[in-house]
């Protein structure tokens, strides 16, 4: 039996939806390796990967603060460039 594009297309599963990031629970997911970490109760490996989950934590904060920056810096600037109607 052949099978046509569409019905291969048509039982694809469905892309789960894109989770909102969170700052905040960024930040305690980094908090909670640092006290993992500080705590000495993990091997050598366990520690480097946990490192290494923390640094990507801090790039996507680092990401989403340089975002809302420039969200806040086009604000500012709209703001400065509408004449007053006072």
Same mark, same amino acid.
């Given at each position: ?21 969170? $700052? ?32 990507? $934590? ?29």
């Amino acid at each position: 039996m052949v099978k046509s594009r569409n019905s291969s297309i048509s039982n694809q599963p469905e892309m789960p939806p894109q989770v909102e990031f969170n $700052y905040e629970e960024t930040v305690d997911k980094v908090e909670a390796i640092i006290a993992q970490i500080e705590a000495g109760k993990l091997d050598l490996a366990e520690v480097f990967d946990e490192f290494n989950s923390a640094v990507e $934590y801090l790039r996507q904060c680092e990401t989403f603060l340089q975002e809302k920056q420039q969200k806040m810096d086009l604000l500012i600037e709209t703001l400065e460039d509408t004449p007053e109607s006072f």
